[in-house]
């Protein structure tokens, strides 16, 4: 699964690398399609859809299969292990 990560996300970057189950990436260094992206909670709305818009621009030009979009993940008041069950089961729901 390839995930793409803010850079103030270190800790959690760290984490999913030590598991060896992603390809991560710090957001704006890739130009590749991701499967998930991992924010905090203060990015605006604007700039969320501007990042859709190019993911879907990106994955028509590579011919990829866009129908499940990319998962959104608020790393806020979440832990590190609590991100990598997200990412495993591919779901954004109360986890308690």
């Known amino acids: 699964m390839i995930v793409s990560i803010e850079k103030s996300l270190y800790y959690v970057r760290q984490y999913l690398e030590n598991t060896g189950k992603y390809e991560i990436h710090d957001k704006g260094n890739y130009t590749g399609p991701i499967h998930a992206y991992i924010y905090e909670e203060d990015e605006s709305i604007s700039e969320f859809d501007a990042m859709q818009n190019n993911l879907i621009n990106l994955a028509q030009q590579k011919h990829v ?11 806020k008041n979440k832990t590190p292990k609590e991100i990598d ?4 089961e591919r779901l954004y729901r109360n986890i308690y």
């Open 65 to 75: 299969d866009i129908r499940h979009g990319v998962l959104m993940i608020n790393a």
């Open 85 to 88: 069950l997200i990412l495993s």
